[in-house]
């Protein structure tokens, strides 16, 4: 636990200055976030709806960008709306459509990722790039007034096979510029690229990861 800032000091040092560090602090206590923010770091991603209400309400005015990075359910979406920096895994419209509905509720404009499923495994969330690309075709976000679409997030396969992970990365970063290229040539809020985690985020870095979201390499294994 003593550790924690010097873990942030160090993997800051390591990232290059544009890319951004999202520290996954789910499971963890308050305290562990108190102690990074010390360190410097504002950027915080909780996966369940539930322990992200209650640490922010617990650290309510501290200077801190909470992330949702979990899979999000349509009715749970009201709880995060008022606060949320960015939602990374949206994961269909109709979430897309729910968190349009809820921004606009608390007057906001809230900041999404579409979660690309590129690992290997069939029991992650997420979309197909067909899919993805669908959606984008479809049109029906851009009538959306209180989402804004900010790029991808992805999860690598869970393997030790670093040309697996790599060549997972490759695919959602050329989904990405496809995606750029095609729906948001002029939008310069269509930027990001949210992957990489403990165990790969430097493969993530080589494949041009905008922002990684490190856990257990900051606070330590979580208790499940
Ligand atoms: C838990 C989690 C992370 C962080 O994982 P670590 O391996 O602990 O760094 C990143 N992204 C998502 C979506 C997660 O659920």
Redesign the pocket.
């Known amino acids: 636990m003593d550790n924690i800032g010097a873990r942030i000091t160090q993997l800051r040092a390591d990232l290059p200055a544009e890319v951004r560090l999202?520290a996954?602090s789910?499971y963890h206590p308050a305290s562990c976030i108190r102690e990074a923010h010390a360190a410097g770091q504002r950027i915080f991603?909780e996966?369940r709806v539930q322990e992200l209400v209650e640490k922010e309400a617990a650290l309510h005015g501290a200077d801190i960008e909470w992330h949702f990075?979990?899979h999000l359910q349509t009715n749970k979406v009201k709880q995060i709306a008022p606060f949320i920096s960015l939602i990374?895994?949206v994961d269909s419209l109709r979430l897309l459509e729910e968190i349009d509905r809820q921004g606009a509720r608390c007057g906001r404009t809230l900041r999404c990722l579409l979660q690309l499923h590129v690992a290997q495994e069939e029991n992650k969330f997420g979309l197909t790039t067909d899919e993805a690309r669908e959606l984008l075709a479809q049109g029906r976000w851009k009538e959306l007034r209180n989402v804004q679409l900010c790029g991808i997030?992805c999860?690598a396969s869970n393997t030790d096979d670093t040309a697996r992970i790599r060549a997972d990365f490759r695919e959602a970063r050329r989904f990405f510029e496809e995606a750029k290229r095609n729906h948001f040539p002029t939008d310069e809020n269509f930027r990001e690229r949210s992957y990489g985690?403990?165990?790969d985020?430097r493969i993530a870095l080589d494949e041009g990861s905008t922002m990684v979201?490190?856990?257990?390499?900051?606070?330590g294994p979580?208790e499940y």
């Open positions: 999202v996954i789910k991603g996966s990075i979990g990374h895994a997030m999860m985690m403990s165990g985020w979201r490190i856990g257990s390499a900051i606070f979580r």
